[in-house]
């Protein structure tokens, strides 16, 4: 699509938050500061996407934004791929107990669920996520609820929802290994 340059700003970026040169893919980041009710500055819509310099077909020539999609991050377990969005069904039920999350995948058949709790949090809910998460994944991957004071971090600062420390069949799509933000 074509860009209007007067109404903002943006930006594509790596994982890091660095911005990337013309023509190279990246998350798409806007500053708005036009929008006087909610400014936004730096605001990562969670899409891909590049910018191009070169003209348009139709005759334009302002910049143009190539937008491919939202990122997201999928956790494979044998031959069963889960996306973070499945496991947000699950925990998304306990936001009076759960404050934070963080799903890890440790190995092929070992996955943990690391919980900031809230004062109502108490063993039979942590029972009941670890039933959840099990019917996710499948009864061959062992699921392990662990209270915790913190999460893992994105260089931004960003809480990952999904984390893969094994290091075999993560999937990102549509490339990257993005992860989304937790509530």
């Not at 009076?96 to 963080?102: C, I, T």
């Not at 260089?155 to 290994?177: E, F, H, Q, T, Y």
């Amino acid at each position: 699509s074509n860009m209007a340059g007067s109404e903002g700003t943006e930006f594509i970026v790596d994982e890091n938050g660095e911005s990337v040169p013309v023509e190279h893919r990246g998350r798409i980041v806007i500053t708005d500061l036009f929008n006087y009710d909610m400014p936004f500055i730096r605001y990562d819509t969670g899409d891909m996407g590049m910018l191009f310099d070169s003209p348009c077909r139709c005759g334009i020539k302002t910049s143009r934004l190539l937008l491919e999609g939202r990122y997201s991050t999928i956790l494979q377990f044998q031959k069963r791929k889960v996306h973070h969005l499945e496991f947000d069904g699950i925990l998304d039920g306990f936001q009076n107990s759960v404050m934070r999350y963080q799903v890890v995948k440790i190995s092929e058949n070992s996955i943990k669920v690391l919980i900031i709790p809230r004062e109502s949090f108490s063993p039979a809910i942590s029972r009941r996520i670890e039933e959840g998460i099990c019917g996710l994944v499948g009864d061959s991957v062992r699921v392990a609820v662990e209270l915790s004071r913190s999460a893992m971090l994105t260089p931004a600062g960003k809480c990952r929802i999904l984390v893969d420390m094994s290091g075999i069949n993560s999937v990102s799509s549509p490339a990257g290994n993005f992860d989304v933000d937790n509530k």
